[in-house]
T-cell receptor, first 110, second 112 residues
Framework: RKEVEQDPGPFNVPEGATVAFNCTYS??????FFWYRQDCRKEPKLLMS???SGNEDGRFTAQLNRASQYISLLIRDSKLSDSATYLC???????????FGPGTRLSVLP | DAGVIQSPRHEVTEMGQEVTLRCKPI?????LFWYRQTMMRGLELLIY????????DSGMPEDRFSAKMPNASFSTLKIQPSEPRDSAVYFC??????????FGDGTRLSIL
């Protein structure tokens, strides 16, 4: 089993839709969790950190479920500019290695 | 504040040539990471350094690849000799502790 798994998509949704991505991780001792977005031919950029209690940043909501070992990202009222690949990132308890998931591709359609 | 700076942005060279990619991490960050990204394999961690010391190089594909970090503000990734299958985008990233990584713009490498 891979350390971090994501549904590769693509998710094709109309503008204004709500879309959710899940990411599962295998190391139960993982400590830190993040969502990154990567636009075509660009570098990954931090979208938001994921906290145990869940957190929200505008239209974006991140949740962590330690018991089931998954994190989620919810995007409300999706915009054309949300089209990108969303990468789930997990850091284990040891060292400082960040493990990236393969990414989920989102296309928001007009 | 300057972000992670990588050079060159693009490199096109013939197979067999030596390629050197450079990275300047964000000042104050104590970890530096080298990644390779292709359509087929996604984002792969090649090696990472903590306080200038290589911690995990298990992702380095083979002996043709080497990386150094002589000081806290500079790192190189070298491929010698280069092969067409090394064509990819190479990213450098830095972080402080368990804080999120910040990526450079990447080097787009094409080996002919």
């Amino acid at each position: 089993r891979k350390e971090v798994e994501q549904d590769p998509g693509p998710f094709n949704v109309p503008e204004g839709a709500t879309v959710a991505f899940n990411c599962t991780y295998s190391n139960s001792a993982s400590q830190s969790f993040f969502w990154y977005r990567q636009d075509c031919r660009k570098e990954p950029k931090l979208l938001m950190s994921v906290y145990s209690s869940g957190n929200e940043d505008g239209r974006f909501t991140a949740q962590l479920n330690r018991a089931s070992q998954y994190i989620s990202l919810l995007i409300r009222d999706s915009k054309l500019s949300d089209s990108a690949t969303y990468l789930c990132v997990v850091t284990p308890s040891y060292g400082q290695n960040f493990v990236f998931g393969p990414g989920t591709r989102l296309s928001v359609l007009p | 504040d300057a972000g992670v700076i990588q050079s060159p942005r693009h490199e096109v060279t013939e197979m067999g040539q030596e390629v050197t990619l450079r990275c300047k991490p964000i000042s104050g960050h104590n970890s530096l990471f080298w990644y390779r990204q292709t359509m087929m394999r996604g984002l792969e961690l090649l090696i990472y350094f903590n306080n200038n010391v290589p911690i995990d190089d298990s992702g380095m594909p083979e002996d043709r690849f080497s990386a150094k970090m002589p000081n806290a503000s500079f790192s190189t990734l070298k491929i010698q000799p280069s092969e067409p299958r090394d064509s990819a985008v190479y990213f450098c990233a830095s972080s402080q502790g368990h804080q999120p990584q910040h990526f450079g713009d990447g080097t787009r490498l094409s080996i002919l």
